[in-house]
DNA sequence: GAACATTTGTCCGTATGTATC
DNA sequence: CGATACATACGGACAAATGTT
């Protein structure tokens, strides 16, 4: 593979050997991002390592900085790496794959990922059904229902933040049992409930507000997935709707059918 | 139903008709944007329709202007209503069911909705696949493929923008078709391509870019869901790969597995 | 472009009820 | 019980954005 200049501090007169071909037909920009992108997918530059400054880098391909610059916009548009004024050009962490089906888990997809999963508990407590807990668990509105509030952590890297909702009276103290777990997943297991699937998804996207951005740790102005979904029972009744954000920079939703 | 006040203007007397009530273990605030959700669910403002201003509302409620805007906030919150300086406070449109499974079509979503669909066809061309696009095709890099840039509409409002990768051989003057009908699904079936489903949908999002601010006629700021799909035929060939940009404020996608 | 009215957005401060230690 | 912290509610003033004249 046609690598980008790896030595382009250890050598100055090899200014011109990765020089991109001109009158090609295709654009100096193009074929410039084309090589760094290669690069950064064969694992050249890891995750969060600094780019060369865009001086070294315009000079290694032999072209202006100016060009260099339309290349890195193209992949930073692209999500590969980000810039910032003063620091530097970074590589960008590759999104999490979160695979989404009628029985995915958390703790699967992530463990999936080679990464460590964790749900972090942060309230939980019994109220009344509001009109739209109750329409989506179909039940009467103002029964009581279990609402847990918590944050979906891969590596120590916040993921997710959401809420969900539970019909209190399937599911006596689930609230402890998950917070002593940190696992969804197994708390309703110890409560005999494994069989449940997806019967819904549903997506749209948004800015993050100021609770994401400090419970996501994500800047102002990025943008948060936030999903709605409901899981039912083999009996078909709703066991939990709930409401997640998702740090839009960090995650890539898949859906197979 | 307890509607909210509908004769601010008309009746100076009435202020204290819809007065929320006090010390009943409900905060006025809330009571206040369950009642103006209720009204808009039911139809007493219209999507795109004006509510007044806050400082009729806050009397007629009888509470302070402070108190009503805490309301307002928590129903722009839920994405039912906007407000802009200057301009006023407005219902929002709900957003637009997108159905996403194995065999949805863009025309099909949108005629369900009752809207009516319309993709805008902006360039068409075709050029050897970069390394992406051949691996999604699943095709030897530099091989012809055609590349669709489209925009599309339901009832005028644009709702997603993006670029669609046929592998050329197999689609002869698809874009010519395409052009002419307004339809990919159209556009397809004429050239006897009609059996082909979804292999795998891949979601993320982030804030606008310059291209998609203009196209889908979005704020600054704004977030776009950004969807990468594969459509193979019976065979299991990949038939199109695609990336769409959605206004995330249009739409919601819906996943049923 | 300037002046103006309208409307939302933000800030100051104060008082009060409620939950917690 | 008091001390404390917090969310709620109110009042006033001004800044910022928008549309009109």
Redesign the interface.
């Known amino acids: 593979m046609a690598g980008s200049p790896e030595n382009v501090r250890a050598d100055g007169h090899s200014q011109m050997t990765d020089a991109v071909p001109r009158g090609t037909g295709v654009t100096l920009w193009r074929q410039i991002a ?1 090589r760094l ?2 690069d950064i ?1 064969a694992g050249r530059w890891q995750p969060g390592e600094r780019l060369p400054v865009e001086a070294e880098l315009a000079s290694a391909f032999g072209v202006n900085r100016h060009t260099l610059r339309r290349a890195l916009a193209a992949l930073a ?1 692209a ?1 590969l790496i980000e810039a910032t004024a003063g620091r530097g050009t970074f590589v960008k962490a590759p ?1 999490l794959r979160y695979p ?3 029985r995915t888990r958390f703790s699967e997809i992530v463990t999936a990922g080679g990464r460590w999963p964790f749900g972090r508990f942060l309230e939980a407590r019994v109220e009344p059904a ?2 739209e807990v109750a329409r989506e668990l179909d039940i009467p509105q103002g029964t009581d229902v279990l609402r847990i509030e918590s944050i979906h952590e891969a590596d120590g890297v916040p993921i997710s933040c959401g809420i969900a909702w539970f019909a209190a009276a399937r599911c006596p103290d689930l609230d402890l049992i998950y917070a002593a777990t940190g696992s969804l997943t197994r708390a309703l297991a110890t409560l005999g409930i494994e069989d449940f ?11 993050a ?1 100021a609770r994401e951005m400090e419970q996501l740790s994500i800047a102002a ?5 936030v999903l709605e979904r409901v899981d039912v029972e083999p009996n078909g009744r709703p066991l939990q709707w709930g409401r997640s954000s998702f740090a ?2 960090r ?7």
Request: proline fraction near 11%; glycine fraction near 8%; charge should be positive.
């Open positions: 084309e992108e290669a997918a548009e999500g999104p989404i089906g009628p509001d009109a699937r997806r019967r819904e998804t549903r997506i749209t996207a948004r800015p507000n102005g990025r943008s948060v997935i839009a920079d995650v890539q939703l898949v859906f197979k059918p």
